[in-house]
């Protein structure tokens, strides 16, 4: 039945609202995510990698399309591969479950006595000769057709976004706590998420203060919420976040489910593929829906995301912009980009504009798949690493879209005044 209120008693419900965000002009709020490797989500696309990795060990030529799915005590491996490799499909996904730290039924998985579904084809005959039929490596064509999205923001050393960073460097921080048993009472599965503010300044902007921040981490059941409290503050909290955006107004919101014992694949399904935005830039900039994990470097949702990255780090680097998002587009079987597009949102350098930048990307970058995976060493067996703490803002020495190219600015205005001579 339909609940109806007189004009008096609306206008009571309106003023005694609370307007919970009182910000001053030209602030704005904004969060971003992340999970730990024992989150149900992340253990797949865990396993999914490992599996990824034991092909392109044997075989660098690993045609890869390998998704896992998990719930209580069952995984399930599925997918398309072809290779000649010897792969022990079992262990690896039970040692993928160890690593992550599922060895006992009461944390929400145990490796040694999960049953283990595997289904794995050979991939479509129509797709590989598309793809690769007798073509030379850098003509290759893309696994499939997508767009792809790169960004970099000049916020952080990393440039990442701040709150992005901050939720890496959280779950990075709890799953060592885990790990070294400083915080022993902790099991695999957590989730962070961060608030900063933010001030305008014309076409930028740039943090102001950590608004908030929420943890939800999984617990044993000898610890009390208090204990719990006390110590992601000392442990956590104070090893991770930057004093100079703390402040006696920042909030803490430390596991406010008040128990959470019971996570996992117990807890929640999982799926490969499922945490896209805590891969990437944490909401920021944009996403191509296309997830990484499990996918060999021939599918462009993964090695072209990494390009624009790489392309999108590259020009913040190279002081051209502050912040940046680039868009790649493929089709299947083609080789060159259906599309190139760059938005700087205005934080272009004096005498440069988008469409200059877009010329400089074309000139510095060839983002044919082949080119790819040959410029960034993508046939290594590099993915494991990747499947928690974020794809991007990583300092792993194998994450060669990390590290920016130098871009030549002097040699693309002199090829630009010859051209405008002729």
Known sequence: MATHYRLDEQHHLLSTHKTKFQLPKGHFLFTSESVSAGHPDKLCDFISDSILDACLEQDPNSKVACESACKNSLVMVFGEITTNAQVPYETIVREAIKNVGYDNINKGLDYKNASIIV???????????????AKHEDEIGAGDQGLMIGYASDETPELMPLTHHLCNKLIERLQECRVKEICPWMRPDAKV???????????????????????????????????????????????????????????YH???SKAFTVGG????????????????????????????????????????????????????????????????????????PL??????????????????????????????????????????????????????????????????????IAAWKSNKEQQQQK
């Open 119 to 133: 289904s794995l084809d050979q991939q479509s005959r129509e797709i590989n000769q598309a793809v690769v039929g």
């Open 193 to 251: 998420q961060v608030t900063v503010e933010y001030k305008r300044d014309g076409a930028t902007f740039f943090p102001v203060r950590i608004h908030n921040v929420l943890i939800s981490q999984q617990h044993d059941e000898k610890i009390t919420h208090i204990e719990i409290q006390a110590e992601l503050h000392q442990h956590v909290l104070k090893q991770v976040l930057p004093q100079q955006y703390v402040d006696e107004h920042t909030q």
């Open 254 to 256: 430390l596991n406010p």
């Open 265 to 336: 694949p117990y807890g929640d399904a999982g799926l490969t593929g499922r945490k896209i935005i805590v891969d990437t830039y944490g909401g920021w900039g944009g996403h191509g829906g296309g997830a990484f994990s499990g996918k060999d470097p021939t599918k462009v949702d993964r090695s072209a995301a990494y390009a624009a990255r790489w392309v999108a780090k590259s020009l913040v680097a190279s002081k051209l912009c502050k912040r940046v998002m680039i868009q790649v587009a493929y089709g299947i079987g083609i080789s060159e």
């Open 339 to 408: 599309s190139i597009s760059v938005n700087s949102y205005g934080t272009h350098v004096e005498g440069y504009d988008d469409d200059d930048l877009s010329e400089i990307v074309q000139e510095n970058f060839d983002l044919r798949p082949g080119v790819i995976i040959r410029e960034l060493k993508l046939r290594r067996p590099i993915y494991a690493k990747t499947a928690s703490g974020g794809h991007f803002g990583r300092s792993e020495h194998e994450f060669l879209w990390e590290k920016p190219k130098i871009i030549d």
